[in-house]
């Protein structure tokens, strides 16, 4: 019997002589005495050899094509498709752009309504757009009428809206990796890399903030450090703000990235905290000795051996990857499909069931 | 031979007589004939039936005793325990007093060096506290010495880190769900109805703002509404704020109840939005036909048949919600686990693996 042999990191090595001698094999202290070659000595065949290969390299076709050779698989929904998820959050600097260009227009129409230190039209109102975009909100400039009131409402209601999303989905969407996935990100250090690369970047920041501040602003060393720190953390107590021409250009860039950069750190700071607890479980469940208690509750087929697949669903269940309700619901389905109802699924049932469907 | 007889939610139907018998049980099409009784059929034993009962109500044991009938099972370590990281924020009220209590104490004790429009020295050092906290910066109340400042700096930046990590580590608990539970969820409908309170929550507390900033601070309509909205946002100008005795005792809760209401708002919005996406995979999964070809590739041992275990992988390895490392990683285990290379493992795969690692 040929099959092939697959190595752990998932490449075949061809076709290997395997041979399958079953003895004394009911009950449950049942064992099994088979024989595999290894790739190097695949020229003596039909010597009985012991190891069995696993086609690991094997993932759900793209295409199916049915009995009458139309491809009967469907395209996964676009709702579901996760690199959709990721192309959205592509569009954030496209949406964040027309968001500043529309609230720019309106508030520069509106100008002569908003109250405080002025310095040129456009630049006033992009900064004020960026200002309570941001939440910081100085409060040096502030709207002075109904109208004008009406429309930072609406403007911050719309913008902390779009900001919650962009931030709450960017957190759930790299959520969706598996406990491998972790591991490798940990091994490579990923994430803590990233971490690395918004801190180093975070402190730049602060530090030309406080350096733009002291040096356009005319600030002292600790005004200019609590401008900073009231800034980044968008508090915006206002005493202290950007009121020169240069300070409010530079002031537009600065809280933008500035303020994206601390929700970044806290993003990567919450999923490395992830991270390092789904790896030691993942370790705890793998390291851990499997005793004959084990072998036990994960014989799923009640057959007194546990085979590779039921072994695989036993582990991830422990690491919390799976649950039981997870198997119920493709329990379901296969026991539908399994016509002859003998325990397995093989292409007989798969014809039985797609007929019993057609005559329905 | 009694089983334990189980529905698909997992209960368990108590002991049921089960009898396999099985035939030609070599190769491909391999047919196992046994006999699950319902539970009212008990008394009709060894009447061979067809259907095969697939236990799934297992779970791992709690404790596992060895050879020497020692417990050898380890405790699940403490970091990766999911009920620690509830318990966790359970702690977040407490943590949010003593933080408070501390500010309180403090900003109490420099209350001079605090610039703005003063009603009673403990009252104003918890509203000052409370703004600034939650980011809201009204600035009618700003540190107006070096010390204050530095005071508030450290305050806003250890608080914005704690409030940072609260949000991001509960919308990242949230999600360690498996697609039932999901579907489970959606099917109660408990996040849209946990949306729904808030939505109701949120409403009140931005009438009850509204009418407290009418009557109490004596505020116009519109500056009512356009103060709740720059404080519920933490967007916070400060040129409508609370200034009288009973307004601030007012805003201390009430900024604290809305803000974080709106934040939980927008986590409930973000779990529906990645819960649509995920159901939508696992019922696309779950109703698309199974070809011949997905047989094929559902096969892990290559015997040409796929049984109960090897049909749950291929499903749940469609639904995303585990991947080819993941099973890689404990098919490594299963390996080194399988002494005799049989395929399957038994106890006498477990008892060879033991002594061999006490021999090393």
Same mark, same amino acid.
């Given at each position: 019997?040929? @099959?092939?042999?697959?190595?752990?990191?998932?490449?075949?090595?061809?076709?290997?002589?395997?041979?399958?001698?079953?003895?004394?094999?009911?009950?449950?202290?049942? *064992?099994?005495?088979? @024989?595999?070659?290894?790739?190097?000595?695949?020229?003596?065949?039909?010597?009985?050899?012991?190891?069995?290969? !696993?086609?690991?390299?094997?993932?759900?076709?793209?295409?199916? /094509?049915?009995?009458?050779?139309?491809?009967?698989?469907?395209?996964?929904?676009?709702?579901?498709? !996760?690199?959709?998820?990721?192309?959205?959050?592509?569009?954030? /600097?496209?949406?964040?752009?027309?968001?500043?260009?529309?609230?720019?227009?309106?508030?520069?129409?509106?100008?002569?309504?908003?109250?405080?230190?002025?310095?040129?039209?456009?630049?006033? &109102?992009?900064?004020?757009?960026?200002? @309570?975009?941001?939440?910081?909100?100085?409060?040096?400039?502030? /709207?002075?009428?109904?109208?004008?009131?009406?429309?930072?409402?609406?403007?911050? $209601?719309?913008?902390?809206?779009?900001?919650?999303?962009?931030?709450?989905?960017?957190?759930?969407?790299?959520?969706?990796?598996? /406990?491998?996935?972790?591991?490798?990100?940990?091994?490579?250090?990923?994430?803590?890399?990233?971490?690395?690369?918004?801190?180093?970047?975070?402190?730049? $920041?602060?530090?030309?903030?406080?350096?733009?501040?002291?040096?356009?602003?005319?600030? &002292?060393?600790?005004?200019?450090?609590?401008?900073?720190?009231?800034?980044? =953390?968008?508090?915006?107590?206002?005493?202290?703000? !950007?009121?020169?021409?240069?300070?409010?250009?530079?002031?537009? !860039?600065?809280?933008? =990235? *500035?303020?994206?950069?601390?929700?970044?750190?806290?993003?990567?700071?919450?999923?490395?905290?992830?991270?390092?607890?789904?790896?030691?479980?993942?370790?705890?469940?793998?390291?851990?000795?499997?005793?004959?208690?084990?072998?036990?509750?994960?014989?799923?087929?009640?057959?007194?051996?546990?085979?590779?697949?039921?072994?695989?669903?036993?582990?991830?269940?422990?690491?919390?990857?799976?649950?039981?309700?997870?198997?119920?619901?493709?329990?379901?389905?296969?026991?539908?499909?399994?016509?002859?109802?003998?325990?397995?699924?093989?292409?007989?049932?798969?014809?039985?069931?797609?007929?019993? &469907?057609?005559?329905?």
């Amino acid at each position: 019997m040929d @099959t092939k042999l697959c190595t752990s990191n998932g490449s075949c090595s061809g076709p290997v002589s395997v041979n399958h001698l079953e003895m004394a094999s009911s009950g449950a202290g049942q *064992s099994l005495l088979t @024989t595999v070659d290894p790739p190097h000595q695949t020229k003596k065949a039909n010597v009985p050899t012991k190891r069995r290969g !696993f086609r690991r390299c094997k993932t759900a076709p793209l295409v199916v /094509p049915d009995m009458n050779g139309n491809n009967e698989k469907l395209p996964c929904p676009e709702s579901v498709n !996760f690199g959709m998820l990721h192309s959205h959050l592509r569009w954030v /600097p496209v949406y964040l752009t027309v968001y500043l260009v529309l609230g720019t227009i309106c508030f520069s129409m509106v100008e002569e309504q908003i109250k405080g230190k002025k310095t040129n039209t456009f630049l006033d &109102s992009l900064y004020f757009c960026v200002v @309570t975009m941001t939440t910081v909100g100085y409060g040096d400039l502030v /709207p002075g009428s109904n109208l004008s009131k009406l429309l930072a409402c609406g403007f911050v $209601l719309s913008g902390t809206t779009l900001g919650g999303l962009i931030v709450s989905r960017a957190l759930l969407m790299n959520q969706n990796v598996g /406990p491998s996935d972790i591991l490798k990100e940990i091994e490579t250090n990923k994430v803590r890399r990233k971490l690395f690369v918004v801190s180093i970047l975070l402190s730049v $920041l602060f530090l030309i903030g406080h350096i733009v501040l002291i040096f356009v602003e005319e600030m &002292s060393f600790v005004d200019a450090f609590y401008c900073v720190c009231t800034t980044i =953390t968008t508090l915006g107590y206002g005493d202290q703000s !950007f009121t020169s021409k240069g300070g409010r250009f530079f002031a537009i !860039f600065w809280i933008l =990235t *500035s303020t994206g950069c601390l929700g970044q750190f806290f993003i990567y700071i919450a999923q490395l905290s992830a991270q390092k607890r789904q790896r030691a479980l993942v370790e705890w469940v793998l390291t851990r000795k499997t005793s004959r208690l084990d072998l036990e509750a994960a014989d799923m087929d009640d057959d007194g051996v546990v085979n590779a697949a039921e072994f695989v669903i036993y582990k991830l269940k422990e690491m919390e990857k799976i649950n039981q309700e997870d198997i119920n619901q493709v329990m379901k389905e296969f026991e539908e499909l399994d016509v002859d109802q003998s325990g397995t699924l093989s292409v007989s049932d798969i014809n039985l069931a797609q007929s019993s &469907s057609t005559k329905m």
